[in-house]
């Protein structure tokens, strides 16, 4: 559901002090400057918000879970992955506006919650149980605030005043001909004794904001703060504090997903059957002719190396299409796997080869394209669709290839599945990589308003 903001706000809730009502809240703007529509951009084959949101639900913390956007597609795939919609107003949603008059806005339009859990899209390595903790130390240990940390070891030094920006470029093309800046400036350590340069191993390092998680109570956030009273924070290990800004940062936080996401409460297991559509998939969905009216289809190269990938490790792979084909039977022969006519429902037809094979759903792969492949999509273990695809695949998919059909698009699938067998071999289990550290506390009174 989206707030309606000409309707009028809703009635206090039923809240106690036993049992505080505690929102997650997810800032996702349409207008992101880095990288265009970041918040939805697919990453690790789903919509970028999508890995929070999974995490957020799955902890079950929260009393609800939202997001706040004025983008119409933001508010589409929000809803599917479960969330609740707050429409912000043009003037929260403008460039110059802030992150807490963004969650004041929500707090104005919902006085039935007590706190606010805000988390970032460009955290896609959280899990639930960063979320239940966090969670515990505000409901159960009287925190008014928690943020999430992680420790770095960097040496900081202040910055030297270069001037102009011609001067500015020189000093870090030319860095030996201008050692200092303007007016004689130069650098000074800021939390080092250069004499004493500490080891790694003799140093504790510090903590800096992650900006994965900010949680506070309502009184807080009204006033402008997301941190005061009684303030804790929670250490993240490096595996799961990743942020995303730049096009740089992307190709790593997808590799960092695969490795260290959190896939689900139903853990990832090794593909054993792989199934892809023939039309719209492994080829472009057209239909070539010859001047003599003889039929033709192209098909990618680099899709049947990825499908000859999974044959080596051990994968069933198959190919269905509608319509009786002699260019599809020929293209099977020669990648080595059977092809299959099914014009009619094929779901069951999936259904009957997961019982002959004695195969869990979770186990089975499927990529399609369009309306007749929503519902193997949808049930199996990984559903995928090519960028191209009808959008009903698209939003009912879980991996989502940035190739089209026919133009690469399988490939992507089989090297995503690759990974997911390469995660599921190497740990049955997710559990902190880093002992959870003890809730730490500072006490913090906010400044006094003007």
Same mark, same amino acid.
């Given at each position: 559901?989206?707030?309606?903001?000409?309707?009028?706000?809703?009635?206090?809730?039923?809240?106690?002090?036993?049992?505080?009502?505690?929102?997650?809240?997810?800032?996702?703007?349409?207008?992101?400057?880095?990288?265009?529509?970041?918040?939805?951009?697919?990453?690790?084959?789903?919509?970028?918000?999508?890995?929070?949101?999974?995490?957020?639900?799955? *902890?079950?913390?929260?009393?609800?879970?939202?997001?706040?956007?004025?983008?119409?597609?933001?508010?589409?795939?929000?809803?599917?992955?479960?969330?609740? %919609?707050?429409?912000?107003?043009?003037? +929260?949603?403008?460039?110059?506006?802030?992150?807490?008059?963004?969650?004041?806005?929500?707090?104005? &339009?919902?006085?039935?919650?007590?706190?606010?859990?805000?988390?970032? !899209?460009?955290?896609? !390595?959280?899990?639930?149980?960063?979320?239940?903790?966090?969670?515990?130390?505000?409901?159960?240990?009287?925190?008014?605030?928690?943020?999430? %940390?992680?420790?770095?070891?960097?040496?900081?030094?202040?910055?030297?005043?270069?001037?102009?920006?011609?001067?500015?470029?020189? *000093?870090? +093309?030319?860095?030996?001909?201008?050692?200092?800046?303007?007016?004689?400036?130069?650098? #000074?350590?800021?939390?080092?004794?250069?004499?004493?340069?500490?080891?790694?191993?003799?140093?504790?390092?510090?903590? *800096?904001?992650?900006?994965?998680?900010?949680?506070?109570?309502?009184?807080?956030?009204?006033?402008?703060? &997301?941190?005061?009273?009684?303030?804790?924070?929670?250490?993240?290990?490096?595996?799961?504090?990743?942020?995303?800004?730049?096009?740089?940062?992307?190709?790593?936080?997808?590799?960092?997903?695969?490795?260290?996401?959190?896939?689900?409460?139903? #853990?990832?297991?090794?593909?054993?059957?792989?199934? &892809?559509?023939?039309? @719209? %998939?492994?080829?472009?969905?057209?239909?070539?002719?010859?001047? *003599? @009216?003889?039929?033709?289809?192209?098909?990618?190269?680099?899709?049947?190396?990825?499908?000859?990938?999974?044959?080596?490790?051990?994968?069933?792979?198959?190919?269905?299409?509608?319509?009786?084909?002699?260019?599809?039977?020929?293209?099977?022969?020669?990648?080595? %796997?059977?092809?299959?006519? !099914?014009? @009619?429902? #094929?779901?069951?037809?999936?259904?009957?080869?997961?019982?002959?094979?004695?195969?869990?759903?979770?186990?089975?792969?499927?990529?399609?394209?369009?309306?007749?492949?929503?519902?193997?999509? #949808?049930?199996?273990?990984?559903?995928?669709?090519?960028?191209?695809?009808?959008?009903?695949?698209?939003?009912?998919?879980? &991996?989502?290839?940035?190739?089209?059909?026919?133009?690469?698009?399988?490939?992507?699938? !089989?090297?995503?599945?690759?990974?997911?067998?390469?995660?599921?071999?190497?740990?049955?289990?997710?559990?902190?990589?880093?002992?959870?550290?003890?809730?730490?506390?500072?006490?913090?009174?906010?400044?006094?308003?003007?």
């Amino acid at each position: 559901m989206a707030t309606n903001h000409s309707e009028s706000v809703k009635d206090e809730s039923t809240s106690t002090e036993d049992k505080k009502n505690m929102a997650c809240l997810i800032l996702a703007r349409g207008g992101s400057k880095g990288i265009k529509l970041k918040n939805i951009k697919p990453l690790a084959g789903l919509p970028l918000i999508a890995w929070v949101l999974r995490a957020a639900k799955d *902890s079950e913390v929260f009393d609800s879970i939202w997001v706040s956007t004025d983008h119409d597609e933001i508010e589409k795939i929000s809803l599917e992955w479960g969330a609740q %919609v707050h429409r912000r107003t043009a003037e +929260t949603a403008r460039d110059q506006a802030t992150s807490i008059e963004a969650v004041q806005e929500f707090l104005r &339009f919902h006085p039935e919650v007590d706190i606010v859990g805000q988390i970032q !899209c460009t955290a896609p !390595c959280l899990h639930p149980w960063h979320l239940t903790h966090i969670g515990r130390m505000l409901r159960d240990e009287g925190y008014d605030s928690v943020f999430s %940390v992680s420790r770095r070891h960097l040496l900081r030094w202040s910055e030297i005043d270069h001037g102009t920006s011609k001067e500015r470029e020189l *000093s870090f +093309t030319e860095v030996i001909k201008i050692p200092h800046g303007t007016n004689g400036s130069v650098t #000074k350590p800021l939390n080092l004794n250069p004499a004493k340069r500490p080891r790694r191993q003799d140093w504790s390092g510090e903590l *800096s904001e992650n900006g994965s998680m900010y949680f506070a109570t309502r009184e807080l956030l009204m006033k402008g703060f &997301f941190q005061g009273g009684k303030v804790g924070y929670l250490e993240m290990a490096a595996e799961y504090s990743v942020d995303i800004d730049t096009d740089i940062d992307w190709p790593i936080a997808e590799q960092r997903v695969i490795k260290f996401g959190y896939f689900g409460k139903t #853990k990832p297991q090794g593909v054993r059957l792989a199934v &892809f559509a023939a039309d @719209g %998939v492994l080829t472009d969905n057209q239909i070539h002719f010859t001047l *003599s @009216g003889e039929e033709f289809r192209t098909y990618n190269v680099s899709d049947n190396i990825g499908i000859q990938k999974l044959k080596d490790k051990g994968v069933n792979v198959r190919i269905m299409c509608e319509s009786d084909s002699g260019i599809h039977q020929k293209h099977a022969e020669r990648l080595g %796997v059977p092809l299959y006519v !099914c014009p @009619g429902d #094929k779901l069951a037809l999936l259904e009957k080869w997961r019982k002959e094979l004695d195969l869990e759903w979770t186990q089975i792969a499927y990529m399609g394209c369009d309306f007749p492949d929503l519902d193997s999509i #949808k049930r199996v273990g990984v559903g995928a669709a090519p960028e191209d695809a009808q959008h009903p695949a698209v939003t009912c998919a879980n &991996f989502v290839s940035k190739a089209t059909g026919g133009r690469g698009a399988a490939r992507e699938f !089989c090297e995503h599945l690759l990974l997911i067998m390469q995660k599921a071999e190497s740990a049955t289990l997710q559990v902190p990589l880093s002992p959870m550290p003890s809730p730490q506390t500072t006490k913090i009174a906010p400044p006094k308003l003007k």
